[in-house]
């Protein structure tokens, strides 16, 4: 995805430009600071996003991320360009939009229990060839 593609994207969201129609220059330098910002306030999510500074410029972000920050730039650049009204659609889908975005961002760890910790209730039985009480320590696996 290329800055004009996104930030287009983001006008075309709050019907302030039509699908076919660039974005103004002073439009664009207002967009670009602004997506600067909003990508340095979630530089925790890591997304290896880098600034942008010409239109032409590849947004480094990764594709499951993209919807979230087309939404994401949109409802912050509403104030400058779109009149005020309520953008309650904009809002709920920003909000799906994002979570569906952290949920792909996540990355689960094996859980490691320690050798203390009993294995619980139901480990024994008729049949059962190894009946531990505790789990494993390092050493055993």
Same mark, same amino acid.
């Given at each position: 995805?290329?800055?004009?593609?996104?930030?287009?994207?983001?006008?075309?969201?709050?019907?302030?430009?039509?699908?076919?129609?660039?974005?103004?220059?002073?439009?664009?330098?207002?967009?670009?600071?602004?997506?600067?910002?909003?990508?340095?306030?979630?530089?925790?999510?890591?997304?290896?996003?880098?600034? !942008?500074?010409?239109?032409? &410029?590849?947004?480094?972000?990764? +594709? $499951? @991320?993209?919807?979230?920050?087309? =939404?994401?730039? *949109? !409802?912050?650049?509403?104030? &400058?360009?779109?009149?005020?009204? +309520? $953008? @309650?659609?904009?809002?709920?889908? =920003?909000?799906? *939009?994002?979570?569906?975005?952290?949920?792909?961002?996540?990355?689960?760890?094996?859980?490691?229990?320690?050798?203390? =910790?009993?294995?619980?209730?139901?480990?024994?039985?008729?049949?059962?060839?190894?009946?531990?009480?505790?789990?494993?320590?390092?050493?055993?696996?």
């Amino acid at each position: 995805m290329k800055a004009s593609e996104l930030i287009g994207d983001a006008l075309g969201k709050l019907g302030v430009r039509a699908a076919n129609q660039p974005v103004e220059p002073d439009d664009f330098a207002v967009a670009v600071r602004e997506c600067n910002r909003m990508f340095g306030t979630f530089a925790y999510l890591e997304l290896g996003y880098t600034p !942008l500074e010409h239109n032409s &410029d590849d947004v480094t972000i990764p +594709d $499951y @991320a993209q919807e979230w920050a087309v =939404l994401e730039l *949109a !409802l912050r650049l509403a104030p &400058d360009f779109a009149p005020a009204e +309520d $953008y @309650a659609l904009l809002k709920d889908r =920003l909000r799906i *939009a994002k979570q569906d975005m952290l949920l792909q961002n996540q990355t689960i760890e094996p859980m490691s229990y320690p050798p203390t =910790l009993p294995t619980g209730s139901g480990n024994t039985g008729v049949g059962r060839l190894y009946d531990p009480t505790f789990y494993p320590g390092p050493e055993e696996e």
